[in-house]
């Protein structure tokens, strides 16, 4: 490293795990990310056989799957402070921020199963912690084609709701409409995070969200998108056509309440994605700054450095 790391009020047990996924990104995640990145296709990037399978599995294997589940169903979530969890999320976007936005996103339904009552999704997370081979991928579908930072800004404006609708009959929701190509994790997800509109009249306030496995009849994918950057990071459109879902399924039929009783309880920061992306780019802020000091060290122009 070209500058020293500032370690005043780290634990040792931060350190420890700070220098772990470090070792891991440098070792595992960067060198993948640039064989990833330089695919011409991006079905070839979760093609089988693709490294991105091998940089899964050794994730897992080194348990940093389960930071959202709790302790007591197989995961390790009691045993990381916040600042471990940011040390996780910097270190990972250092190494590569499309494998680290991947990986994390992977764990999105599951850590909402983890905090369910409900039995069937509670065995989703315990499934989930117990993975290893990567049969279980997590996305989080909430940007729509029209509706990005709507859901930031939009409020309580009708017009500003989801396109993605829900409508509950009898025991059971019906979903219809689709999510952009911008869902990370896509096309490989197995299981969705879902935000949908439940009452059109409150506009993004009137959202709620829901869990559900990706199998199910009338869902579709899209084909992976294909970007200037983060080529590792595969992306791709989901659409819902009369999808129905149990009740239960729907874990937050009120987003409103959510945010409320999460101010209240001091999760807010915990909870909220943007946190932990400000950190993964704090990552890669730092190893651009490392590529272009090191450039500078050897680049020779005119006869001088």
Known sequence: M?????????????????????????????PAGIELDKLGDPADVT???????????????????????????????????????YLISEEMGYADTGLAISLSVSGSPFAYCAMSDVPELKQLAVKYAADT???????????????????SLGRNDPRCGP??????????????????AWVSNGTIATHATVHVNLN????????????LPLDLPGISRGKPLDKIGQRPLNQGEIFFDNVRIPKEFMVVPNVIEMYQQARESGQ??????????????????????DEAHKYAKERIQGGVP
Request: some cysteine.
């Open 2 to 30: 070209s500058y020293q790391d500032i370690d005043v009020g780290l634990t040792d047990e931060e350190i420890a795990m700070r220098d772990m996924v470090r070792k891991f990104g440098a070792e595992v995640v960067r």
């Open 47 to 85: 093609a089988d056989g693709s490294v991105l399978w091998d940089v899964f599995k050794k994730f897992r294997e080194l348990g940093l799957h389960k930071i959202g589940i709790p302790k007591k169903i197989g995961g390790m979530a009691e045993d990381l402070t916040p600042m471990a969890r």
């Open 133 to 151: 081979d990567c049969e279980m991928i997590g996305c989080w579908a909430i940007t729509e084609p029209d509706h990005g930072g709507d859901w």
């Open 163 to 180: 396109s993605l609708m829900g409508e509950l009959k009898g025991d059971e929701y019906e979903l219809n409409g689709q999510k952009s």
């Open 200 to 211: 059109p009249d409150l506009g993004m306030w009137g959202h709620g969200i829901c869990i």
């Open 268 to 289: 807010a920061q915990r909870r909220n994605p943007a946190g932990g992306m400000a950190v993964t780019f704090g990552g890669l802020a730092r190893a651009a700054f």
